[in-house]
């Protein structure tokens, strides 16, 4: 059974940096790319970035310089480190497993919920 | 960007009655479109991709169809556990990988 695990969510204030971690597990990590995407509260999903099984990278423009994904194959990990924080990066972050192939998201974790504010 | 939009906002259904939403894509997506659902709480689930092919244990009820820039996710009889939210989401076009707004389908 596929299980992400997200962690590292919290109050922080604005201009702070908080760093979130997915652990994965019942699959095999390093073969798939991973990606986070956020809900702001009673809104709709917004995609964050993702990582290839490469390790090449994408943002999404809203928080390109701001916010760096990394991956850790041999703890079936992977992060994201947000800095420079804003308020409306307030949102629950959910780590997901993208299906092999140009395919979309076919294992979500639970979130983790980041709130910045003063 | 490809903008994702879908229609209508809220669906009010009855219990066994059939839904149709629609979902269209700015620029074409091809057949790179996914549907999720989503209810109060918990994660988003993969419902379809590829347009029409039905993610592992999804009902037969759901199903998709639609290419280019027009898409459509129909449930019929529609069930208790399926007054939700649902998203469509093109990755032809990424990044940036794109949502549409969201369905939400209550109970009528």
Known sequence: EVRLLESGGGLVQPGGSLRLSCAGSGFTFSSYSMTWVRQAPGKGLEWVSIIGTDGGT????????RFTISRDNSKNTVSLQMSSLRAEDTALYYCAKKKMGNNPFDDWGLGTLVTVSS | ETVMTQ?????????????????RASQSVSSNLAWYQQKPGQAPRLLVYGASTRATGIPARFSGSGSGTEFTLTISSLQSEDFAVY????????????FGGGTKVEIK
């Not at chain 1, 994408?58 to 310089?65: L, N, T």
């Not at chain 2, 229609?7 to 979902?23: E, I, Y």
């Not at chain 2, 998203?87 to 794109?98: A, G, H, S």
């Open chain 2, 7 to 23: 229609s209508p906002v809220t669906l009010s259904v009855s219990p066994g009655d059939g839904a149709t939403l629609s979902c």
């Open chain 1, 58 to 65: 994408f943002y999404a423009d809203s928080v390109k310089g």
């Open chain 2, 87 to 98: 998203y469509c989401q093109q990755y032809n076009n990424w990044p940036p990988l794109t």
